[in-house]
């Protein structure tokens, strides 16, 4: 009878052993390896590029004038008016107008002459 109960206490001892086992893995599920769930950083918006005109008006002109804006776009003008560069710029951007040719008879001028594009 000695030998069942010895037995018996075995089968009880290699039970236990095995429980504790499978608890020490994390219950078996992949190893004990933690994985944190992240959500996806959303993407980062880029603002739109603002492009931009400049001109302004002439008054008082007689003859040919040529302006000329940041030294490589130029604009033949001869009559008074509203005038507007065919290059744009980037808003934020520097501009520079300056008087190319003028007619010889007259001395134009350029108010407002440097500054930056920024919105209407």
């Known amino acids: 009878m000695l ?3 010895a037995s018996s206490v075995a089968r009880i001892g290699a039970v236990a052993g095995a429980v504790m086992l499978v608890a020490s893995c994390g219950g078996g599920g992949g190893g004990g390896t933690f994985l944190p769930m992240v959500a996806p950083t959303p993407p980062a918006t880029v603002p739109p ?7 302004g008006t002439v ?3 007689e003859g040919r004038l040529v302006l000329q804006n940041n030294a490589g776009d130029d604009l033949q003008l ?3 008016g509203k005038f507007t560069f065919a ?3 980037v808003e934020g951007s520097d501009y520079k107008v300056s008087i190319r040719t003028q007619p010889l008879w007259q001395v134009c001028t350029v108010t407002k002459d440097t500054g930056k594009p920024r919105p209407t």
């Open 3 to 5: 030998f069942s109960q």
């Open 49 to 55: 590029v603002v492009n931009h005109s400049i001109g």
């Open 59 to 61: 008054t008082g002109l």
């Open 78 to 80: 001869s009559a008074d």
């Open 87 to 89: 290059t744009t710029l």
